[in-house]
């Protein structure tokens, strides 16, 4: 992927890409919006690049629609990209109601605001404005700190299961999902952990883990 190449080969071989689309998906790819430190012709290739690229499985690909999506702390949506259909889709994370904005995150979310808005600066050049950024005070504070306990709880489950304590680390995770109810509701996130948790439990080799576990995490 582009991501493993030096620097001057990552900027020819991208904008040989970009040269080489149609006129119409050229068009589309120089009206997204770009980093503005990359003054020449290849570096507006690099900078829009830069700044809407997916992780895909070998490296990093821009998609035009999905780059129309704008970010929101508690998004109702989330991108991926699957290897076996060679292509991205966006998933909701709750029910969407009618008229209502898809937003994504761009950020790392069990991070506290004022991470959070550093780095939606420092990466894309805009300050968050959405609806936990702006709370109250209190209110902001009171997010900030179920985030930082679910950050806490996320690390704690990755120290566990790398030093083999599968049950304990299921025990953790499901004090991270209440965790991340309380702060998000039954949407962002979850479907990725209980995926994680389904995979501990059935690579658990412990007597005191009931086969039935493991179902219930696919449920």
Same mark, same amino acid.
């Given at each position: 992927?582009?991501? %493993?190449?030096?620097?001057?080969?990552?900027?020819?071989?991208? #904008?040989?890409? =970009?040269?080489?689309?149609?006129?119409?998906?050229?068009?589309?790819?120089?009206?997204?919006?770009?980093?503005?430190?990359?003054?020449?012709?290849?570096?507006?290739?690099?900078?829009?690049?830069?700044? $809407?690229?997916?992780? *895909?499985?070998?490296?990093?690909? /821009?998609?035009?629609?999905?780059?129309?999506?704008?970010?929101?702390?508690?998004? $109702? %949506?989330?991108?991926?990209?699957?290897?076996?259909?060679?292509?991205?889709? =966006?998933?909701?994370?709750?029910?969407?109601?009618?008229? +209502?904005?898809? *937003?994504? #995150?761009?950020?790392?979310?069990? $991070?506290?605001?004022?991470?959070?808005?550093?780095?939606?600066?420092?990466?894309?050049?805009?300050?968050?404005?959405?609806?936990?950024?702006? %709370?109250?005070?209190?209110?902001?504070? %009171? #997010?900030?700190?179920?985030?930082?306990?679910?950050?806490?709880?996320?690390?704690? =489950?990755?120290?566990? =299961?790398?030093?083999?304590?599968? /049950?304990?680390?299921?025990?953790?995770? +499901?004090?991270?999902?209440?965790? /991340?109810? +309380?702060?998000?509701?039954?949407?962002?996130?979850? *479907?990725?952990?209980?995926?994680?948790?389904?995979?501990?439990? /059935?690579?658990?080799?412990?007597?005191?883990?009931?086969?039935?576990?493991?179902?219930?995490?696919?449920?």
């Amino acid at each position: 992927g582009l991501d %493993a190449l030096p620097l001057l080969d990552r900027a020819l071989r991208l #904008s040989w890409a =970009v040269l080489r689309l149609r006129p119409g998906q050229k068009a589309r790819y120089f009206d997204m919006c770009g980093k503005d430190d990359y003054l020449t012709p290849v570096g507006r290739i690099m900078g829009i690049f830069a700044l $809407n690229a997916l992780r *895909t499985d070998d490296g990093s690909s /821009v998609f035009a629609t999905l780059c129309l999506l704008n970010h929101d702390c508690s998004p $109702n %949506a989330s991108p991926s990209w699957h290897a076996d259909q060679g292509r991205a889709a =966006v998933h909701a994370l709750r029910a969407i109601k009618r008229g +209502e904005e898809i *937003t994504i #995150s761009y950020t790392e979310n069990f $991070n506290p605001s004022a991470a959070r808005r550093a780095d939606l600066r420092a990466r894309y050049a805009f300050d968050c404005a959405c609806r936990i950024c702006s %709370a109250p005070r209190k209110s902001l504070a %009171a #997010s900030d700190s179920r985030r930082t306990r679910c950050s806490a709880l996320f690390e704690s =489950v990755q120290r566990k =299961v790398g030093a083999g304590q599968g /049950v304990e680390a299921l025990q953790c995770m +499901e004090s991270l999902l209440a965790a /991340v109810d +309380e702060e998000f509701g039954s949407a962002i996130q979850k *479907t990725e952990l209980c995926a994680a948790a389904y995979q501990i439990a /059935v690579a658990l080799e412990d007597a005191r883990l009931d086969a039935r576990l493991a179902t219930r995490w696919a449920a």
